[in-house]
T-cell receptor, first 114, second 114 residues
Framework: DTGVSQDPRHKITKRGQNVTFRCDPISEHNRLYWYRQTLGQGPEFLTYFQNEAQLEKSRLLSDRFSAERPKGSFSTLEIQRTEQGDSAMYLC????????????FGPGTRLTVT | AQKVTQAQTEISVVEKEDVTLDCVYETRDTTYYLFWYKQPPSGELVFLIRRNSFDEQNEISGRYSWNFQKSTSSFNFTITASQVVDSAVYFCALIDYNTDKLIFGTGTRLQVFP
């Protein structure tokens, strides 16, 4: 029984570059969430999917951010024209809607924008 | 508005001491769920417990226990006989019942010294 996986674990990029992160949820989970965590803070919700449908996006998610979940399996989060303020840990979680609401988190992708 | 407050930013104890982490929440929902997660230095959020608003029974799991009091909107977490491996950041969270997104507090960093 594998947990949530994320790739890459670390990404260093220069300001203005585009980056893409991948999340593979627990296989039977139909909900997938993206959160962002900055130093000293709790994770903040970005967006979530039920199967392939993106149901909500936070105001934190500017138009430089886009997320997809093709076929309701893995998800990608892309940041275009990165800014230094995008430096954070990007966390993915999954859950089973109709279950007991626990969200299981992956190890995160730490993004550093120089 | 929904909110979770963890007033203790950092707590330091010596091994074998008992320690309580405080969590106060705000919500207008009559049905809600509360969670505790542990984030060790590796960064991955580990689910510890879920409690729904209809169940005010205290729960004990090994050295961990949780005290849920609706009257004071609190969901406190106690570690008995703390160990060095308990050193981590602990997050209390509330779920938005409509979207299942988690609303986290700012976390309490626990350091257990040998």
């Amino acid at each position: 029984d594998t947990g949530v996986s994320q790739d890459p674990r670390h990404k260093i990029t220069k300001r203005g570059q585009n980056v893409t992160f991948r999340c593979d949820p627990i296989s039977e989970h139909n909900r997938l969430y993206w959160y962002r965590q900055t130093l000293g803070q709790g994770p903040e919700f970005l967006t979530y999917f039920q199967n392939e449908a993106q149901l909500e996006k936070s105001r934190l998610l500017s138009d430089r951010f886009s997320a997809e979940r093709p076929k309701g399996s893995f998800s990608t989060l892309e940041i275009q024209r990165t800014e230094q303020g995008d430096s954070a840990m990007y966390l993915c979680a999954s859950s089973f809607r109709g279950g007991s609401y626990e969200q299981y988190f992956g190890p995160g992708t730490r993004l550093t924008v120089t | 508005a929904q909110k979770v407050t963890q007033a203790q930013t950092e707590i330091s104890v010596v091994e074998k001491e008992d320690v309580t982490l405080d969590c106060v929440y705000e919500t207008r929902d009559t049905t809600y769920y509360l969670f505790w997660y542990k984030q060790p230095p590796s960064g991955e959020l580990v689910f510890l417990i879920r409690r729904n608003s209809f169940d005010e029974q205290n729960e004990i799991s090994g050295r961990y226990s949780w005290n849920f009091q609706k009257s004071t909107s609190s969901f406190n977490f106690t570690i008995t006989a703390s160990q060095v491996v308990d050193s981590a950041v602990y997050f209390c969270a509330l779920i938005d019942y409509n979207t299942d997104k988690l609303i986290f507090g700012t976390g309490t960093r626990l350091q257990v010294f040998p």
